[in-house]
């Protein structure tokens, strides 16, 4: 019942900043807890961050915690994932996930992905 479609990503120079945005459809979106996932070439995809329905909720991993924020617009049906003081570690697909339960950083407990977008930061 959801769809999601990440949009956003690039190229950035350490140091640099980009936004990336998870524009949803579907009824219910407002109801379900969303996260932003990542995967390097040659590694498992991890968690990033995640945010709950009503968006008073949050929760980072510890590599991004204190540069990365995410938050949501229900009347928009977006979510956002803003990062800060990007490192060249941070490049990655970058997936946003909705989940129908509370959020979790097990990405195979979510109902819905999007198809990625590409993250790369230079040195």
């Known amino acids: 019942q959801v769809q999601l479609e990440e949009s956003g990503g690039g190229l950035v120079q350490a140091g640099g900043s980009l936004r990336l945005s998870c524009a949803a459809s579907?009824?219910?979106?407002?109801?379900?807890?969303m996260a932003w996932f990542r995967q390097a070439p040659g590694k498992e995809r991890e968690f990033v961050a995640a945010?709950?329905?009503?968006?008073?909720?949050?929760y980072y991993a510890d590599s991004v915690k204190g540069r990365f924020t995410i938050y949501r617009d229900n009347a928009k049906i977006t979510v956002y994932l803003q990062m800060n003081s990007l490192k060249p570690e941070d490049t990655a697909v970058y997936y946003c996930?909705?989940?129908?339960?509370?959020?979790?950083?097990?990405?195979?407990?979510?109902?819905?992905w999007g198809q990625g977008t590409q993250v790369t930061v230079s040195s």
């Open positions: 996930a909705a989940t129908r339960r509370d959020y979790v950083v097990d990405p195979n407990e979510y109902d819905y």
């Open positions: 945010i709950n329905w009503s968006g008073g909720s949050r």
């Open positions: 579907g009824r219910t979106f407002s109801t379900y807890d």
